[in-house]
């Protein structure tokens, strides 16, 4: 991606949990070596914990219920064109987005994931990654396209799995990378 002069990509995150990766993208956004402003939260779940980032940091926040898909997204599409949206950036958000969303950001999707993808795409992915016996699990940074966790990726942190290690700890130690890991992975993407 491309910056413009010394503008900052006007970005929107896509949250449905506890928003600790929100959060710590936000915190990346306002520095100033950082080539995105988070101006818009997005989130499918009124009880997101995420969202009280929105109010800390006093950024726009709008929750859809995706009851109707269709007609959901075509009001988020709707609402990224008004805040001039340029990157999403998914955190923890549980909802599929369909081809025809994808389409029009074409490239201009995030996601992260808690495993070393292509292992473990989907659910559950400390638990099986346990239960397979894995030496590491990690997380990943990918483009999203049209099929669950596979678009392009773009970085990945190693995490060793230890003997005794729960999908409670292992959860844990990943999720501390992955809070550095977005924001080198945003970094990378605009070649800084
Ligand atoms: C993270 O482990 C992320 O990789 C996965 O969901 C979790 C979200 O955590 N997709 P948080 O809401 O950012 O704290």
Do not use: W
């Not at 101006?39 to 709008?62: E, P």
């Not at 997204?73 to 549980?94: D, H, P, T, Y």
């Not at 990654?129 to 396209?145: D, L, M, R, W």
Request: proline share 2%; charged share 30%.
């Amino acid at each position: 991606m491309k910056l413009i002069g010394s503008k900052k990509v006007k970005t929107a995150v896509f949250i449905s949990g506890n928003g600790s990766n929100l959060k710590s993208l936000i915190e990346f956004s306002r520095k100033k070596n950082s080539p995105i402003l988070i101006n818009l939260i997005i989130s499918n779940n009124l009880k997101s914990r995420g969202l009280k980032f929105a109010k800390i940091f006093k950024i726009r926040k709008k929750i859809f219920n995706f009851k109707d898909k269709f007609l959901t997204e075509k009001k988020i599409l709707l609402e990224l064109k008004r805040n001039k949206i340029k990157l999403i950036c998914l955190a923890g958000f549980m909802k599929i987005l369909s081809k025809n969303f994808i389409k029009k950001f074409r490239g201009k999707i995030l996601n992260i994931h808690p495993s070393l993808l292509p292992k473990f795409k989907g659910l559950n992915t400390h638990m099986r990654a346990i239960k397979n016996n894995e030496k590491y699990s990690g997380c990943t940074v990918h483009f999203v396209n049209s099929k669950l966790d596979s678009g392009k990726i773009i970085l990945q942190k190693k995490v060793k799995i230890s003997k005794n290690e729960t999908s409670h700890s292992l959860a844990k130690k990943i999720l501390i990378q992955e809070h550095k890991l977005y924001p080198q992975a945003i970094l990378k993407i605009f070649n800084l």
